[in-house]
């Protein structure tokens, strides 16, 4: 079994900046990626970033390019989001999900939730305007 955890959500004012970490813990494991999304309320759960551990590409969502940094350790099997600039749209849950192999063939294999196994329990993320 392998768990999620993630930490650093908060309340902050439009323009700030917030980091996210997110660690996984449990059994042996080796993933292939990991990434972040985020619900909003009454919204679809969305993609937001991730990382390929393998070359360190790392991929976002246009919503947040320019503004979001996901990082991260494989051996500490440990992702972060570092989050600047922030407005009030960026507001919802945040979750950390880690994708042990890759499923899908598409170049947007990243983008979609099915894609990975693994997923935390959210940490909310509150920009005030």
């Known amino acids: 079994q392998v768990q999620l955890v993630e930490s650093g959500g908060g309340l902050v004012q439009a323009g700030g900046s917030l980091r996210l970490s997110c660690t996984a813990s449990?059994?042996?494991?080796?993933?292939?990626?990991m990434g972040w999304f985020r619900q909003a309320p009454g919204k679809e759960r969305e993609f937001v970033a991730a990382?390929?551990?393998?070359?360190?590409?790392?991929y976002y969502a246009d919503s947040v390019k320019g503004r979001f940094t996901i990082s991260g350790d494989k051996a500490q099997s440990t992702v972060y989001l570092q989050m600047n600039s922030l407005k009030p749209e960026d507001t919802a849950v945040y979750y950390c999900?880690?994708?042990?192999?890759?499923?899908?063939?598409?170049?947007?294999?990243?983008?979609?939730?099915?894609?990975?196994?693994?997923w935390g329990q959210g940490t909310q993320v509150t920009v005030s305007s």
């Open positions: 990382i390929r551990w393998s070359g360190g590409s790392t």
């Open positions: 999900a880690a994708d042990l192999s890759r499923r899908f063939g598409s170049s947007r294999w990243y983008s979609f939730a099915g894609e990975y196994e693994y």
């Open positions: 449990g059994r042996t494991f080796s993933s292939y990626a």
